[in-house]
């Protein structure tokens, strides 16, 4: 068994216990508004930490979530407290329902995750939180760092509408800044798919953070891991200005 398989298969035993908490964590976060548009379908493939945090922030907005893992019956109790815009099953029910699909896992399991759900998600758009971390992840992730993440992950998912979104940010600041009062924290995205980016940053601000394009995905590696901006709590005029980008009138 490949050591991304086992990842993959990891992410269901930890699955309810991290949603779990993941609840509890956003559960004293200001209420999202309503979503300006119609509710979208959003298919979660990894209900870890960024996974369960977003379900319930896009839950809260008025969005309808598919939360999965290999063993979705693990998933039930968590899914029965977010309410009847969500629901589990398994990845590949994940990929099929969503209108977006966030993958969110470990990144050396993103290319097994592209050739076991090649067709469901061809031509979908995807949102990628992942961070290769070689200690983990193994020399994959040296590559992945070397070519930037953007350029790497569009080569792990061919064929999908591909957007870095949420990878710099830590998964407890994603619960306790949603929606804060005063200047919302930025939320760095990069894309090459112009409507892609128009659906993500309507899910950023829907979760409760202001949505930054830095530009296509050759450029997402401006907020990789080592950044001098990842996951650092930045306005969207800091980040902006750190990452040498127009300042938005």
């Known amino acids: 068994m490949s050591g991304a398989t086992r990842n993959l298969r990891a992410l269901g035993a930890a699955a309810a216990v991290t949603l779990m908490a993941c609840t509890v964590a ?31 922030l896009w839950v809260k907005a008025g969005h309808e979530v598919l939360v999965s893992s290999r063993h979705p019956g693990q998933l039930e109790g968590l899914v029965r407290s977010l309410g009847p815009k969500a629901r589990a099953g398994t990845p590949r029910e994940a990929a099929l329902f969503g209108d977006v699909v966030l993958i969110s896992v470990p990144y050396g399991a993103l290319p097994q995750v592209g ?17 290769p ?43 306790s800044e949603a929606h804060r009062s005063g200047e919302r924290i930025a939320i760095p995205l990069a894309g090459d798919d112009r409507q892609a980016l128009e659906v993500a940053q309507r899910l950023v ?10 530009g296509p995905l050759s450029r997402a590696r401006e907020f990789d891991v080592g950044t001098a ?16 980008l127009k300042q938005s009138r």
């Open 229 to 244: 901006v990842y996951t650092r709590l930045m306005s969207a005029a800091q980040l902006r200005q750190a990452l040498g």
């Open 133 to 175: 971390y070689p200690q983990r992840d193994g020399d994959m992730a040296v590559e992945a760092r070397r070519k930037g993440t953007g350029v790497s992950s569009a080569e792990f998912l061919p064929g999908v509408r591909l957007v870095r979104a949420f990878n710099a940010i830590n998964s407890g600041d994603l619960a």
């Open 205 to 214: 601000t829907d979760a409760g953070f202001e949505p930054v394009v830095v």
């Open 26 to 56: 956003v559960a004293g976060a200001a209420g999202a508004a309503p979503a300006s548009q119609a509710p979208l379908k959003i298919g979660i493939i990894g209900a870890g930490h960024i996974g369960g945090t977003l379900a319930s």
């Open 115 to 131: 050739r076991d759900l090649k067709a469901e998600l061809t031509g979908k758009i995807v949102l990628d939180t992942g961070n």
